[in-house]
């Protein structure tokens, strides 16, 4: 993971190196990076512009105005704020900008730490996505294949071809591949739906997908598709008509 890049305003010189001090003091696997150390909002405009950081310490009262009425004229805020204070009568405001955390002076490691940890799991989330975002791109265009992320984060890159179903299973979705082995992914089936009808597979019920290739044969009584690797596959009411239109089609 990148480091979390760090803004501090504070119109108290004091107060900066303290909580400056408090953050080099902190023993984490992550790099953090103070960036800048600002002492009015018009220095913290800049710096933000400049730095574009992922986490702001925000003192609440400056002198030329507070930091809530700083964050409330910015069209766009595209990192975490950490307000810091002296008067917990502006945790409300610090909650209706959706502030990451809202910390009391004189400031102590453990609520930094807090800050820090809860900054640093949000970026490394959304570094995950962006990752994520780019490799199915890539692989995705690599036709015949499929990205499949599992829960510890390793991407399989599987073909289509070796697939022979796709079940729903809450927010996962279990992948059966031909030779017995199975991919269970953290994402749900409805993200993979586009992706597995222009790969040709079909949809026989809301939590299902199957690969034609291997279905065996089809009970009209107990509306299922048998698979070759002996598994029933249920074809629901809403995909029925489809499913046997193409089952005619097919022959």
């Not at 303290?18 to 009015?40: G, H, I």
């Not at 002198?63 to 805020?77: A, N, Q, S, W, Y």
């Not at 002076?105 to 730490?113: C, G, N, Q």
């Not at 071809?161 to 017995?180: E, V």
Request: with cysteine; proline share 3%; hydrophobic share 40%.
């Amino acid at each position: 993971m990148s480091a979390l890049k760090i803004i501090l305003v504070d119109d108290e010189p004091d107060a900066l190196d303290a909580l400056d001090a408090v953050l080099k003091s902190l023993q984490l696997p992550e790099k953090l990076e103070v960036l800048a150390k600002c002492n009015n909002t018009r220095e913290a405009a800049a710096a933000i512009i400049s730095h574009r950081p992922a986490l702001v310490f925000m003192d609440v009262i400056m002198p030329d105005e507070t930091g809530v009425e700083f964050l409330r004229k910015l069209e766009k805020i595209d990192f975490n704020v950490v307000f810091v204070t002296a008067y917990d009568k502006y945790a409300l405001d610090a909650i209706k900008l959706s502030a990451l955390d809202y910390i009391m002076k004189p400031v102590i490691a453990r609520d930094v730490e807090d800050a820090v940890k809860k900054a640093l799991a949000l970026q490394h989330a959304k570094e995950q996505a962006l990752q994520y975002k780019f490799l199915h791109q890539v692989f995705q265009g690599q036709r015949g294949h499929i990205m499949l992320p599992n829960k510890d984060g390793v991407h399989d890159i599987v073909r289509f071809d070796d697939l022979l179903f796709c079940q729903a299973q809450g927010y996962m979705t279990l992948f059966q591949q031909k030779d017995g082995s199975v991919n269970v992914t953290t994402r749900n089936l409805g993200e993979y739906k586009d992706i597995l009808l222009e790969a040709n597979f079909k949809q026989t019920h809301q939590s299902w997908f199957v690969n034609p290739a291997y279905i065996q044969s089809y009970n009209s009584t107990e509306s299922t598709l048998k698979m070759t690797n002996g598994k029933d596959i249920p074809v629901s009411l809403t995909y029925r008509d489809s499913i046997q239109r193409w089952l005619k089609q097919d022959k």
